[in-house]
């Protein structure tokens, strides 16, 4: 799933058609470079004993679908990209199974990728800037269009304030019950 940040899903929300055009083909154009990248550089397949072969495939089968709001309702322009465990291997034409587990592991590297892609085509396309912001309970920033209010964000992020406060209501019913707080791999289960 190729999500924007939240400041460019408002921004998206609250702009005229031509702009909302221009703000989805940057995102389409983000997702169409990191697929091309991840055929380059991620997508393979496996061959041999134990699958300890990797091999080079032509490409991906693959779907996309655009969506542009959360479950709770709330703009989120984000899209599904479904892709066939099927890949033709260079090597000899024949059709295996995606290796899975690489592409597992890039997962995040290809997220921040098409991030990094997606404002570059913004910025080049309407000028926008950016501005770093630390997460709630995270090390890593994310960075969100300056000039869209943090409070505004937060104003149509109901599916977020929802398991913020699921999570702090368990937080307070483990540290009830054992005596101490969770560890982070405990909140994240």
């Given at each position: 799933?190729?999500?924007?940040?939240?400041?460019?899903?408002?921004?998206?929300?609250?702009?005229?058609?031509?702009?909302?055009?221009?703000?989805?083909?940057?995102?389409?154009?983000?997702?169409?470079?990191?697929?091309?990248?991840?055929?380059?550089?991620?997508?393979?397949?496996?061959?041999?004993?134990?699958?300890?072969?990797?091999?080079?495939?032509?490409?991906?089968?693959?779907?996309?679908?655009?969506?542009?709001?959360?479950?709770?309702?709330?703009?989120?322009?984000h899209t599904h990209v479904v892709v066939l465990n099927?890949?033709?291997?260079?090597?000899?034409?024949?059709?295996?199974?995606?290796?899975?587990?690489?592409?597992f592991r890039h997962t995040v590297a290809l997220s921040?990728?098409?991030?990094?892609?997606?404002?570059?085509?913004?910025?080049?396309?309407?000028?926008?800037?950016?501005?770093?912001?630390?997460?709630?309970?995270?090390?890593?920033?994310?960075?969100?269009?300056?000039?869209?209010?943090?409070?505004?964000?937060?104003?149509?992020?109901?599916?977020?304030?929802?398991?913020?406060?699921?999570?702090?209501?368990?937080?307070?019913?483990?540290?009830?019950?054992?005596?101490?707080?969770?560890?982070?791999?405990?909140?994240?289960?």
């Amino acid at each position: 799933t190729f999500s924007v940040p939240k400041s460019v899903s408002v921004a998206w929300a609250l702009a005229g058609d031509a702009t909302k055009a221009r703000i989805h083909a940057a995102h389409r154009r983000a997702i169409e470079q990191t697929i091309a990248y991840a055929e380059q550089r991620v997508f393979a397949t496996r061959t041999g004993k134990a699958g300890a072969i990797s091999l080079d495939v032509r490409g991906i089968v693959g779907a996309a679908f655009d969506h542009w709001d959360s479950r709770a309702g709330d703009p989120q322009l984000h899209t599904h990209v479904v892709v066939l465990n099927r890949v033709q291997a260079i090597a000899d034409d024949r059709w295996r199974t995606l290796d899975s587990k690489t592409l597992f592991r890039h997962t995040v590297a290809l997220s921040e990728l098409y991030n990094g892609l997606l404002q570059d085509e913004l910025t080049r396309d309407l000028g926008w800037g950016w501005e770093a912001e630390l997460r709630p309970r995270a090390t890593e920033l994310i960075w969100e269009v300056e000039g869209v209010p943090k409070v505004l964000r937060d104003e149509f992020s109901q599916r977020s304030r929802a398991i913020r406060g699921s999570t702090d209501e368990t937080i307070e019913r483990f540290l009830a019950t054992h005596g101490r707080r969770p560890t982070p791999t405990e909140i994240l289960r």
